[in-house]
């Protein structure tokens, strides 16, 4: 069994920042690529970014410079620094992880339960 736990989102005014976490829990051999995707209501779920396993990151054009993804392997946490928060940022953010597991042993997709990032004044 794999869990992927996100913490970290809430309320913020326009302008400001929040720190999203995504630890990763179960019977894991490996975690290859990690990504942080959102959904706005009524739209469809897009990636905001991603890590490769070796630390490389990829950004959505409209986060660039804004956000910044993060990973630590020995703690199998991904971390998403928003800053510069804008009302279009809302949405619920969803932790992904691809990933090798041991019983049984494959490889696959795994996604977090979601959590709110509001941005509002």
């Known amino acids: 069994q794999v869990q992927l736990v996100e913490s970290g989102g809430g309320l913020v005014q326009p302008g400001g920042s929040l720190r999203l976490s995504c630890v990763v829990s179960g019977s894991i051999v490996s975690i290859h690529s990690m990504g942080w995707y959102r959904q706005a209501p009524g739209e469809q779920r897009e990636l905001v970014a991603g890590?490769?396993?070796?630390?490389?990151?990829k950004y959505t054009d409209s986060v660039k410079g804004r956000f910044t993804i993060s990973r630590d392997n020995a703690k199998n946490t991904v971390y998403l620094q928003m800053n510069s928060l804008k009302p279009e940022d809302t949405a619920v953010y969803y932790c992904?992880?691809?990933?090798?597991?041991?019983?049984?042993?494959?490889?696959?997709?795994?996604w977090g339960q979601g959590t709110q990032v509001t941005v509002s004044s």
């Open positions: 890590i490769t396993s070796g630390g490389s990151p």
């Open positions: 992904n992880a691809h990933l090798v597991t041991s019983i049984p042993f494959k490889v696959g997709d795994y």
